[in-house]
């Protein structure tokens, strides 16, 4: 098998899908309808039921990016169909599907909450710069936010905080809150994945399960519908890159965004 078709070095489910699309080709490229033939076939030997066999555009969706919750079984039953019954090779893919799930899974646990952590007991010092915050939030921009980047340990949690609770202590008590720990600087796992976080928010903004839709853009656009005209105020801790903070920005007049971050 060529080098290029290296599963191990996936680390994300878009990832290990592109590999298997480099698969695909390599086998000389059979169409979704032969691979579905096959995977009939195989587990018509293992003894599945008919029942539980892929439709053709079930198994043509496991060459799709944007999964986010795809079937391992069904994903490894297109590897069997593309490679054959080779169990070294079938091992080395289930190997790195397995790392790629654990961080998914780990990406889609989500510390998002409808209120705001206790804010810091004594908070002294730094009385222009709280000023200059909230001047800038209080400013009737489209969609204000103010970004704090600081190294670990100057206090940029605190003082994110501090200027949240004073900003609700002078509102009206209906104000939409967000807060969410973004996990960009985790050592013990990867930061969360924005869509799951849209998830939990929109949870929180009221939509049932079954009304939040499955693509990252579409959770984004009905967020921003769900907090407009609100004054919603969202505190984004410890945010990863610009990408994975982009879809949680309201960008809506009235809404007020903190956010910290390493630079």
Not at 20 to 42: C, F, G, Q, V, Y
Not at 53 to 78: E, H, I, K, M, Y
Not at 93 to 112: D, M, P
Not at 167 to 189: K, N, Q, T
Request: hydrophobic letters at 45%; one cysteine or more.
């Amino acid at each position: 098998m060529p080098q290029v078709l290296d599963p191990g070095k996936a680390r994300t489910i878009d990832e290990f899908i592109a590999e298997l699309r480099l698969l695909k080709a390599w086998a000389d490229n059979p169409s979704i309808t032969e691979i579905t033939r096959r995977i009939h076939r195989d587990w018509q030997r293992a003894g599945r039921p008919r029942g539980e066999w892929p439709a053709r555009s079930t198994v043509g969706n496991c060459f799709q990016l944007g999964r986010r919750r795809p079937s391992s079984d069904l994903l490894l039953a297109v590897v069997q169909a593309l490679v054959g019954a080779d169990e070294a090779i079938l091992s080395v893919w289930r190997q790195s599907l397995r790392a790629v799930l654990g961080e998914a899974e780990a990406a889609a646990r989500v510390s998002a909450y409808d209120r705001l952590p206790a804010a810091p007991s004594a908070f002294v010092g730094r009385t222009d710069l709280v000023a200059r915050a909230e001047v800038l939030l209080a400013s009737d921009q489209d969609g204000s936010a103010l970004s704090l980047e600081g190294m670990p340990g100057v206090g940029k949690t605190s003082l994110a905080l501090h200027l949240a609770h004073r900003l609700l202590a002078e509102e009206r008590s209906d104000v939409p809150i967000l807060f969410a720990h973004l996990r960009g600087s985790a050592p013990d796992g990867p930061p969360s994945d924005p869509a799951a976080v849209l998830g939990t928010f929109l949870r929180l903004l009221g939509t049932t399960g079954d009304r939040i839709p499955y693509d990252l853009d579409a959770r984004a656009a009905l967020y921003r519908q769900l907090l407009a005209g609100t004054g919603a105020l969202i505190v984004l801790d410890d945010a990863a890159d610009a990408e994975k903070l982009r879809p949680l920005l309201p960008g809506i007049r009235g809404c007020r965004t903190v956010i910290t971050s390493r630079p």
